[in-house]
């Protein structure tokens, strides 16, 4: 097969583009340096960011097209290798790839990215660091890019960390505050623990398979199995690529960063920490799927760990005041949803899930940076209500995300989700327990969205009229939320339900990823569950909506009843009946703060005890012990060192003599 | 090159700074920008012949290159006269070594321009001086001649410290002395016993020869030369000089410290330890992979609860070079080839990030976190390649540092997965610290006044940054090259590794896995 060089334009247009934008960044700051109002060139930079975001998702446009035209089996772009390292022995060799599970992850980082970018040219306006921030921005998708196309494990590394360096610095963009830095800071540390698990679970691939080229080790597995042998490396393999994925994807116990990371520009939060990195998890998790259908054990602790998550997180989620925070924790719920499907071997469900999620949720997020935007930096929803009439078009869009959350039936959340529970269900014994904790979740779920509708534009207008003037965004800014707000709608055509007797477009589409670790879960193709188990499923599913929905709704706002202020009301209502339920959900349940005491501090301690305890006096007081001679001889010491070469030369002339005497005594024997 | 021009590219590199500091012995002594003159003129003279031997090097070969061999004078020996020769020559252990030395040397030249204010004409003699030192110990091929350039290397950073250095400057210079004495002698007898017992002097001759020695004698030997080279690297619990001596120097004696003369100890390791005596090597690698793994750790937390920038450092080189010293012990192909590359990798971050504390501090004349914060908004040019050099020791793929801690890694965990895993924690501690410390320094409001009127980086402390980046960059996105120019010399030393090895693979693992042998560490595509 001929290599299609032209893919490496895909991640180098956006790394072209930070290049450039950083240039004009430090072009803007001279001319503001040599005067203070001037604006510099930094304006042009969301121009020169859009467009190369623009040629980008053409480019990945052109590469879904070209494999739509090949045979579902051979679906392959590849291009000639980079020979990052060699070193005789052993040797990492990059190459792009695009198939169709990298193409579907090509169209929403490019998609999405390109529809937040031009967001980002309103939401972003006037600020100093415009230019640069598109540079970081860039910067991300290309990183990201690499890291969905990459080959090889160790070139996704690179995509890896480096999506995590660009979290770090947009994270800490407006770094002057202070707290920002520190989130940053957080979100990188944090990770870093995940990629140490990464790493070795690397190593021990390199030691199963002899190679880090992804479609080798996914090719390898079934072999491995079959000779019997190594099935505990295979198991420990999983289990810390997994660990990795926990850092990237905030699972349970490292997701504690995500919700610090809000402190980033909101389309940050949509692009990185929703849509897109977040989620790199799930895609490493389904693009090795042979090696964990090989091991159910680390699939059912997957299942555990998800359902954790998505369930502290959701509850969480019910008691946050501040909108972005609601957002963070259900993110981090919605991923723990992934990760479930993951778990039952659903690894197109999951990627579905992914997808719409990334629809719903970019959205959400966008409809929320247009809420603050609006209400000039405020994000406690306490100090909203009745937005509605002031910045409609976000209002309806944001309606529309909310629907597809929540799983308001049909719509691309419910289905993708049902999709996951569904399977779980399919899969019976323990996936039991882990479907009703999906449910359970789901219904959590539909009550934070609605209570956070509510109290946002819903209910009396709380804020100080005098001082703060809701208005909608620009056209820039709601053009973006207007498509989404169409795909969160109708994304459920991509995975439409079985019952309905349609293709499955997302399933059929990367059958060829998924085959491999079918076969080695399933012995062939999963299991399915019979048409009346599904309707009732998706009834339930239905049902749960309505009810919790309307919960969530009805208890805060009075639909339209102006005057009514009872959103804050029933938050306090609720402090005051269980205070210390209340306190522990607004604080996600203590989990951050039990990190901080129980291991951040002692390991501060622990740093001040080896720097000042260990090594000021014990391994120093040892030497110093023949430093006290020294001490003496410190007057010696003082008129050596001004005294210069020559009473150097002295101590030097002596050793010689030393060492000549040694010698002759030597060769006198 | 044909043969006589190749005899005069080793001498010319080594002997040109000495040259050029008898020069400048003779300049009047207020003739200040002559003397820098003259040394950025000839360190640049000697970084290029120095990147001509890197491009004319044979990295496949495992013998030495461009040698130079001239009779010196007989020791008496056990069996009749030791003959001393002038003996220089280059292999892949030293090449990288001799390259950075000869390229940093103008850079740290450029450097001094602010923070060395007073007996210009004395610091550039030294500065030269410790280069041609420094250069000889590299190059040297034979044992006496080894010595005497490691003795001539450590006598100028004495007196840079001591004269030049910060408030507590002699306790440093003294603690440093101490040190170097106790290392020297060390290394001294171990001289003075293995050319007794040999007969020889000469390096390539000797590496036949200490086989023939009793293995008590051999790890005797040994011991004497790990230990005084431990010293030097420094080698967990040896460390407690060094935080001193970097956070007194002024900031050249600190780049020239962390970039090159830190990697005496770790040079020698490889050639005077794992070289000459394989089988002791073999027999002590647990010990020097466990305290390269708990120097990791240990340095992270040392540098975590420092509050001063420079000793922050400092402190985090004994976290790096506890990974040089854990991957070249590993005694794997992976292990060695990426311990040679970090200890360039480990001269180039650390240098940079000394080259802009140093810049910073002659702004503020501070080195405290609470004087700073908010210096981002300040100096955003700093900040840029503060980050930068911060991503690349805290090790971020497609930099320099990443390439060289995956390879230390991996060696290591073919050899010890144990120690892999407690090195592995090495790059969350460096995150946190190194993090935590450009938090401090360039995050955050803007708290002392004196901050706000601070100016950028000129041109020409960017420029001399800059070729430090470039190498950055290159060497992590195309490591290969670089890495290829040391493969012939490590494979050498590690057959002869090999060749001692009882047949065996050591390992956490419950089965012994397929691919895996001894020293050739895995195959990977």
């Known amino acids: 097969m001929p290599h299609s060089q032209w893919l490496w334009m895909i991640p180098a247009m956006p790394l072209l583009g930070s290049i450039l934008c950083g240039i004009l960044h430090f072009m803007t700051l001279k001319a503001r340096k040599a005067n203070a109002d001037a604006t510099g060139p930094g304006p042009l930079a969301s121009l020169v960011a859009n467009a190369a975001m623009a040629v980008s998702f053409g480019l990945s446009c052109l590469a879904i097209y070209q494999l739509t035209g090949m045979d579902s089996a051979a679906r392959l772009l590849e291009s000639a290798p980079w020979h990052w390292i060699e070193t ?106 995940g990629d140490a698990f990464f790493v070795i679970g690397s190593f021990l691939l390199i030691q199963l398979f002899g190679t880090l080229d992804l479609s080798e080790i996914g090719a390898g597995v079934a072999g491995l199995l079959e000779s019997g042998e190594h099935s505990t490396q295979l198991m420990l393999a999983a289990l810390l690529l997994f660990g990795g994925a926990c850092g990237k994807s905030a699972q349970m116990p490292l997701f504690v ?113 247009s809420v603050i935007h609006g209400m000039h930096e405020e994000q406690d929803m306490h100090k909203m209500g009745g937005l509605r009439r002031h910045m409609p078009k976000t209002f309806i869009t944001f309606l529309a995300g909310a629907l597809a959350l929540s799983g308001f039936p049909l719509l691309s959340g419910f289905i993708s989700k049902d999709e996951i529970l569904a399977m779980n269900f399919a899969r019976g014994g323990l996936h039991y327990g882990l ?18 509708v509510a109290l946002t534009f819903f209910g009396e207008e709380r804020f100080d009229k005098d001082k703060v003037h809701p208005h909608e965004s620009p056209f820039s800014m709601t053009l973006p939320l207007f498509i ?111 990190y901080t005491s129980w291991i951040v501090q002692p390991l501060k301690l622990f740093a001040f005890v080896i720097a000042v305890v260990v090594d000021q006096f014990a391994v120093d007081g040892i030497v110093n012990g023949a430093a006290k001679v020294a001490r003496q001889s410190a007057e010696r010491l003082r008129k050596l060192s001004d005294g210069g070469v020559a009473s150097y030369g002295l101590w030097m002339g002596a050793g010689a003599i030393l060492l000549a005497a040694l010698w002759m005594a030597g060769g006198a024997n | 090159m044909d043969g006589r021009r190749s005899e005069l590219v080793l001498t010319a590199i080594t002997f040109l700074p000495l040259v050029a500091a008898i020069l400048i012995a003779f300049t009047p002594k207020k003739a200040e920008a002559l003397q820098r003159g003259l040394a950025l003129l000839m360190s640049l003279i000697v970084a290029g012949l120095g990147i001509a031997l890197y491009i004319g090097f ?27 020769h002038f003996k220089f020559g280059v292999d892949g252990i030293s090449i990288l070594l001799v390259t950075l030395t000869t390229v940093l040397m103008p850079v740290v030249v450029l450097s001094t321009k602010v923070h060395i204010d007073k007996r210009v004409k004395e610091f550039m003699i030294w500065l030269l001086l410790m280069e041609t030192g420094i250069l000889g110990v590299f190059l040297s091929l034979d044992l006496i001649l080894f010595y005497f350039f490691w003795e001539l290397s450590l006598i100028p950073l004495y007196f840079i410290l001591g004269i030049w250095g910060g408030e507590r400057r002699l306790y440093a210079a003294m603690k440093f002395f101490l040190y170097t004495v106790a290392g020297s002698l060390l290394m001294m007898l171990g001289v003075i016993w293995l050319v007794w017992q040999t007969g020889s002097t000469d390096l390539v001759a000797l590496m036949d020869m200490t086989s023939g020695l009793t293995a008590s004698e051999q790890t005797w030997i040994f011991a004497s030369f790990a230990l005084s080279f431990a010293i030097k690297v420094p080698v967990l619990p040896f460390h407690t000089w060094l935080a001193d001596a970097h956070t007194e120097a002024p900031t050249s004696g600190s780049v020239l410290l962390a970039g090159v003369l830190l990697k005496m100890g770790t040079y020698g390791l490889i050639r005077f330890g794992i070289g000459l005596f394989p089988a002791a090597a073999l027999a002590a690698s647990p010990v020097f992979m466990a305290l390269g793994a708990i120097g990791i750790v240990y340095g992270a937390f040392l540098a975590w609860a420092q509050t001063d920038i420079k000793r922050l450092v400092a402190c985090s080189s004994v976290s790096h070079l506890g990974f040089v010293v854990m991957g070249m012990f590993a005694l794997t192909a992976e292990g060695m080839r990426g311990s040679v590359l970090q200890m360039i990798n480990h001269g180039l971050s650390t240098g940079l990030l000394f080259l802009l504390i140093g810049m910073i501090y002659e702004r503020r004349h501070t080195r405290d976190f609470e004087q700073y914060g908010g210096i981002a908004s300040v100096m955003p040019v700093f900040a840029l390649f503060f980050v930068f050099s911060m991503l690349s020791s805290v090790g971020l793929p497609s930099l320099n540092g990443f390439v060289g801690e995956y390879l230390i890694l991996l060696g290591t965990f073919n050899a010890s997965p144990l120690w892999a895993m407690v090195g592995v924690t090495g790059i969350i501690f460096g995150a946190v610290y190194l993090l935590m410390c450009t938090r401090r320094l360039l995050f955050g409001p803007v708290t002392v006044a004196a901050n706000n009127k601070l100016e950028d980086l000129n041109g020409r402390e960017i420029s001399l940054m800059l070729p430090l980046v470039v190498l950055c960059l290159w060497i992590g996105v195309a490591p290969t090259p670089f890495i290829n120019k040391t493969a012939g010399s490590i494979d050498a030393i590690l057959e002869r590794v090999d060749a001692v090895r009882p047949t065996q693979s050591a390992g956490l693992l419950p089965a012994s896995t397929p691919t895996q042998t001894s020293s050739e560490g895995a195959e990977v595509r």
């Open chain 1, 257 to 369: 960063w995500l919700p610090d990371a809000m402190a980033g520009p909101t389309p940050v939060s949509a692009l990185i920490h929703a849509a897109t990195m977040v989620t790199s998890g799930v895609y490493l998790v389904v693009r090795l799927n042979p090696l964990f259908a090989a091991s159910p054990g680390v699939l059912l602790f997957i299942g555990v760990v998800a359902a954790a998550t998505a369930f502290i997180a959701g509850t969480s989620a019910m008691a946050q005041r501040d909108l972005k925070g609601v957002l963070a924790y259900s993110t981090v719920s919605q991923l723990g949803y992934m990760f479930l499907g993951l778990a039952a071997g659903a690894w197109s469900s999951a990627i579905f899930h992914l997808i719409t999620h990334a629809f719903f949720k970019a959205l959400l997020f966008l409809g929320a940076g």
């Open chain 2, 58 to 84: 044979d990295g496949a070969s495992a013998a030495a290159q461009q040698v130079v061999d001239v009779a010196w004078f007989n020791l008496p020996g056990k069996n009749g006269d030791i003959p001393v």
């Open chain 1, 88 to 193: 005789g022995k052993m040797s990492v060799d990059v190459s792009m790839v695009v198939d169709p599970l990298s193409s579907l992850l090509l169209l929403v980082i490019t998609g999405i990215g390109l529809l937040i970018h031009i967001y980002s040219a309103g939401y972003m306006k006037g600020d100093p660091g415009f230019a640069k921030f598109f540079s970081y921005l860039n910067l991300f998708v290309a990183a990201m890019l690499m890291l969905v196309m990459s080959s090889s494990l160790l070139g996704l590394f690179i995509g890896w960390e480096g999506v995590g360096l660009c979290s770090y610095l947009l994270i800490g963009f407006w770094y002057h505050k202070g707290w920002p830095a520190e989130a940053g800071q957080k979100a990188f540390v944090v990770n870093r623990i």
């Open chain 1, 484 to 594: 989404l707000a169409g795909l969160a709608l109708a994304g459920g055509v991509l995975g439409i339900p079985p019952v309905f007797h349609a293709t499955h477009i997302l399933e059929h589409w990367l059958e060829p990823i998924t085959a491999p670790g079918n076969a080695i879960l399933f012995g062939g193709h999963p299991p399915h569950l019979s048409h009346a188990v599904e309707w009732a499923l998706l009834g339930l599913g239905t049902l749960i909506f309505f009810a919790f929905a309307h919960l969530g709704f009805r208890g805060l706002a009075r639909i339209g009843l102006a005057g009514s202020n009872q959103g804050p009301q029933f938050d306090e209502q609720q402090a005051a009946k269980r205070p210390g339920l209340y306190g522990k959900l607004q604080d996600a349940w203590s989990i951050d703060s039990t």
């Open chain 1, 435 to 452: 479907w009703a904790v999906g449910v359970a979740t789901a219904a959590i779920t539909a009550f934070y969205t609605w209570r956070m």
